[in-house]
């Protein structure tokens, strides 16, 4: 089994910045892709970005070149490096990690997830 962890998130204003982090632990060594979805009140779940073993990152339109994916393998663990915030960033975000080592396309379904980490960003 796999076990994901969030943190990081929390208010902050408009404009703001936070840094999200997941750490893996459990049979870490089934580890590859890794990535961030979020989950605004009524609304589906939609991907942020996610990152390969080698570093290969991809967006979602709405946070290009406000976000940044990045991971730590040695240490099994991935953050989201967020500016710029918005209030349509407000969201429960959530950490997923699969067997496969491959770029996430929306609507993907990875094998493992936290339990999230609610981001709220006030006007």
């Known amino acids: 089994q796999v076990q994901l962890v969030e943190s990081g998130g929390g208010l902050v204003q408009a404009g703001g910045s936070l840094r999200l982090s997941c750490v893996a632990s459990?049979?870490?060594?089934?580890?590859?892709?890794m990535g961030w979805y979020r989950q605004a009140p009524g609304k589906r779940r939609e991907l942020v970005a996610s990152?390969?073993?080698?570093?290969?990152?991809n967006y979602a339109d709405s946070v290009k070149g406000r976000f940044t994916i990045s991971r730590d393998n040695a240490k099994v663990t991935e953050y989201l490096q967020m500016n710029s915030l918005k209030p349509e960033d407000t969201a429960v975000y959530y950490c997923?990690?699969?067997?496969?080592?491959?770029?996430?396309?929306?609507?993907?379904?990875?094998?493992?997830w936290g339990r999230g980490t609610q981001v709220t960003v006030s006007s």
């Open positions: 990152i390969t073993t080698d570093g290969s990152a």
């Open positions: 459990g049979s870490i060594y089934r580890i590859n892709g």
């Open positions: 997923a990690a699969d067997d496969l080592d491959r770029l996430a396309v929306p609507g993907y379904d990875y094998d493992y």
